[in-house]
């Protein structure tokens, strides 16, 4: 058995997150597929054995079960001792960086683009506002790339495999890294740190299956 187990499934990029850490790490980890389109992250038995919240990613490790992708981010840094930070100013930093990706690059991508291409329901009102939303954190996040390699600190980080973890899909979200010149060049140092792997290689569950 694996040292570390991933609750998880390919087509999400808060647990491509936690996935793509394990793998630059070099962990002996396993992922175990979760049938999020066919209902299985709301099912009572998930909710009382995995995670009350209905959601994935999950990392079982040593008889600990943590959810929330920057929780398991900042986990896997103090245990691997890697992607972290060096002192209390840097860490404060990455935390920083983690929390905007969380309120407002992942908050709005990924459900401006659940809704485009999995749920399927338009152009709506919601997808305009999401489309905003998501526009404005890019922007943001391509000026403060414009003159550097990384996000937070001078190296790669737990903020910048946070941040990237709904990038590798652009097409998904409509998006193209031309428009973002800095967010493409920086992606494509992230892809080329020893270990990487895109979301569809390291994570089971693509395609998707039929539905039940």
């Known amino acids: 058995m694996a040292e570390f187990t991933l609750h998880c499934f390919a087509q999400s990029g808060n647990a491509y997150k936690a996935a793509l850490m394990l793998e630059l790490c070099g962990a002996d980890w396993q992922p175990r597929w979760v049938d999020f389109f066919n209902g299985a992250t709301r099912t ?8 009350e919240m209905g959601e994935v990613p999950v990392l079982e490790h040593q008889g600990q079960r943590l959810s929330q992708s920057g929780v398991i981010l900042d986990y896997l840094a103090a245990h691997f001792g890697r992607f972290g930070w060096a002192d209390e100013a840097e860490r404060r930093a990455i935390l920083r960086w983690l929390l905007f990706d969380n309120h407002k690059l992942t908050a709005s991508l990924a459900t401006y ?4 291409r999995f749920a399927k329901t338009g152009e709506t009102e919601v997808t305009k506002f999401l489309r905003g939303r998501m526009l404005a954190a890019l922007a943001i996040l391509e000026q403060h790339l414009a003159e550097r390699d990384f996000v937070a600190v001078a190296r790669p980080s737990i903020a910048d495999l ?19 010149p800095a967010i493409g060049r920086w ?25 039940a």
């Open 44 to 51: 009572p038995a998930f909710r009382a054995e995995v995670n």
């Open 113 to 116: 683009r659940f809704l485009l």
């Open 162 to 180: 946070s941040l990237c973890g709904y990038l590798y899909w652009p097409d998904e979200a409509g998006l193209a890294w031309q428009d973002y």
């Open 187 to 211: 992606l494509e140092r992230i892809a080329a740190l020893p270990g990487w792997r895109p979301p569809y290689a390291l994570m089971p569950g693509h395609p998707l299956p039929d539905p």
